[in-house]
């Protein structure tokens, strides 16, 4: 081995043969260090000889940046807010959200470094690492990260297109393999919010509209990333299930991310709906779950009012409904920034997403949260804050406690306190392995939905015959050749292949404003011309990027054929069109025939806008 797993400077041998981490360095085996030991022994022993700084800091989860060469980053980063000394060391955080990452080599690299300076405080507390998804497509600061070094499959809207429990646990369990090389030990997902408000931005993350199958494909999730039944172990990657109590019905379809959408409303009365994947989330076992920005307006659940401030602060939601109701006694993360004002990323600033409770200030927002019974602050590094309020009185060392036990108990079931170390070699090996990158390829290519298919000579235009001469626009030369011959010039060509991504209105004021894809669903005047141009000279098959449901009618009587992709290389979208693999995606939402139904729709109702060009659950086959 070239570079071989890291040996923990700690490690000894009692005098029975156990062989521990002496953690804190006394030469003794303690019982939050014997690995022998039930984990709530272990969890009751550290946190007895936790100080209240130790417990303030494992209660915040910030974003962490990673050097280029596998260093830990000493300044201020893009988004991060410290040094990683500083925040570790000074701070006593040890949850950390990662953006970017370099080569499996070096992310590896990077984590066993992050762990050693972990393992020299007062405790040896082992970090936990953890990323929103990033096995897909989306590229967003705030929500996921395309694929990059690891295997990488349709977004979670195309593994509900194509309908196949198996696979999403198969997909989950790929997914735990890559994380787990490069130490990554908890997901930021999976997005069980159901996709009912069609302008909404963050549809590509989910499972769709349809409550019942996002509950099989969340139980499925959960088997593959944290073991059968949803049960924590040394292999497993603890998830945070989100948004809830179910973040798809926002007004006007405006994201909670930003201050004109902070209203989530329920005109249809079908929040128990929107709250069945929780369910299934719990009998899954999910290490956590993470309410959504979003503050319900006009919401009452057995017959009582519910406060109109964002589900992170409302105690009615995270202790009454899902503690007490839903019985639930994981760890309850907050979405991220939800206490400190002015938050300023990439040259642009963002206030905390304190919705309704905008008047309080930073100590009065995170007592609310607390109060409301969430463990953890997502996005935040002000433990200082924390320990002001238990120094005023205002929030007792027995309630921080309470949350730590939570926050111990998963890093104990994950095997971190063990050996929370990762081999750079494996890393290298496992991320980006062939098999993985095969599966996830077939899975995007399986996840085209064909929604028209007309003749051309007296035979259906898919799957394409070969040697046609092609004219394509948004798919590489090389991707294009594998449908024929690429032409530079309609007039010869025998089809055109256009890629388009649903419509989306610009914004770029706030910071992640510009990623959120929101506003009017319909394409163009000029992109509709150009269609229109093209299909009067050749047959065109059209194919469009579904990450929310675009309205396709002014298309669908131009275009020979239509195809839906959602999160799909050009490769892969070529090998559907050519038949080389079997296209097999039902629509996991309705596309709407016009902006006037989708704004007449009810944002909490699935299928709520009349006569849809296409319903949810279309899809052609051959």
């Not at 594998?482 to 706030?510: I, K, S, Y």
Request: net charge negative; charged share 25%.
């Amino acid at each position: 081995m070239t570079s071989p797993r890291t040996t923990p400077r700690t490690t000894r041998t009692a005098p029975d043969g156990t062989v521990y981490r002496d953690l804190n360095g006394n030469g003794v085996l303690d019982p939050y260090e014997d690995p022998r030991l039930p984990v709530a022994d272990r969890v009751a022993d550290l946190l007895a000889r936790m100080t209240l700084a130790d417990k303030a800091g494992l209660m915040f989860q910030t974003v962490i940046e990673t050097g280029e060469d596998g260093s830990l980053v000493e300044a201020l980063g893009t988004i991060s807010k410290s040094p990683t000394t500083v925040v570790v060391r000074d701070k006593r955080i040890n949850h950390f959200n990662v953006h970017r990452l370099p080569t499996p080599r070096l992310a590896a690299r990077w984590h066993n470094a992050l762990q050693r300076l972990a393992e020299a405080t007062e405790l040896g507390i082992p970090v936990t690492v953890s990323t929103d998804p990033r096995h897909a497509f989306a590229e967003n600061s705030g929500a996921s990260f395309a694929a990059g070094y690891f295997a990488q499959w349709p977004d979670a809207l195309g593994l509900a297109a194509i309908g196949d429990v198996d696979l999403v646990r198969e997909f989950a369990a790929a997914a735990r393999e890559e994380y787990a090389a490069v130490g990554i030990r908890a997901a930021l997902h999976p997005c069980v919010d159901l996709a009912t408000e069609p302008r909404w931005a963050r549809q590509l993350g989910t499972f769709g509209e349809n409550a019942r199958l996002t509950a099989e494909f969340t139980a499925a999730y959960l088997d593959g990333f944290q073991g059968p039944g949803g049960a924590l172990g040394p292999g497993s990657v603890a998830c945070t299930t989100k948004h809830f109590p179910g973040g798809g019905p926002q007004q006007d379809g405006e994201d909670a991310h930003f201050p004109y959408g902070r209203e989530q409303v329920y005109p249809g009365g079908r929040f128990e709906e929107h709250l069945a994947p929780f369910r299934v989330a719990i009998e899954h076992r999910t290490a956590a779950m993470m309410p959504y920005y979003g503050m319900p307006v006009g919401l009452v659940l057995d017959g009582e009012p519910i406060e109109e401030v964002g589900f992170g602060y409302n105690g009615q939601i995270v202790t009454g409904l899902l503690r007490e109701k839903l019985g639930f006694d994981g760890v309850v993360v907050t979405d991220w920034e939800l206490v400190n004002d002015n938050l300023v990323a990439s040259g642009q600033v963002l206030a905390a997403r304190a919705w309704g409770v905008e008047h309080l200030d930073a100590p009065g927002r995170m007592e609310k949260i607390l109060a409301a019974g969430c463990d953890q602050f997502g996005g935040e590094e002000c433990p200082d804050v924390l320990l002001g309020l238990v120094r005023d009185g205002r929030v007792s060392e027995a309630r921080l406690d309470e949350s730590v036990r939570r926050l111990l108990r998963v890093k104990f079931e994950l095997g971190l306190f063990d050996d929370p170390y990762v081999d750079e070699d494996a890393a290298a090996a496992v991320v980006g392995r062939a098999d993985l990158l095969a599966a996830g390829l077939s899975a995007q290519s399986r996840s085209v939905t064909v929604l028209t298919n007309g003749d051309v000579d007296g035979r259906p235009l898919l799957p394409l015959a070969a040697g046609l001469r092609v004219f394509a626009i948004g798919l590489s030369p090389d991707d294009a050749a594998q449908l024929g011959t690429v032409v530079d010039d309609v007039a010869d060509a025998d089809v055109a292949v256009v890629r388009l991504v649903a419509p989306w209105e610009h914004r770029d004021e706030m910071f992640l404003e510009a990623w959120f894809h929101a506003g009017s669903l319909e394409f163009d005047d000029d992109v509709v011309a150009r269609v229109r141009e093209l299909a009067a000279r050749v047959p065109v098959v059209l194919d469009v990027t579904l990450d929310r449901p675009a309205i396709l009618t002014p298309l669908v009587g131009l275009a020979t054929a239509i195809v839906g992709s959602y999160g799909t290389s050009g490769r892969a979208l070529a090998d559907a069109l050519r038949g080389a693999v079997r296209p097999e995606g039902r629509l996991p939402f309705q596309l709407p025939r016009s902006m006037d139904a989708v704004r007449a729709s009810r944002p909490d109702v699935a299928s709520d806008t009349p006569d849809p060009v296409f319903p949810a659950g279309h899809g052609l086959s051959w």
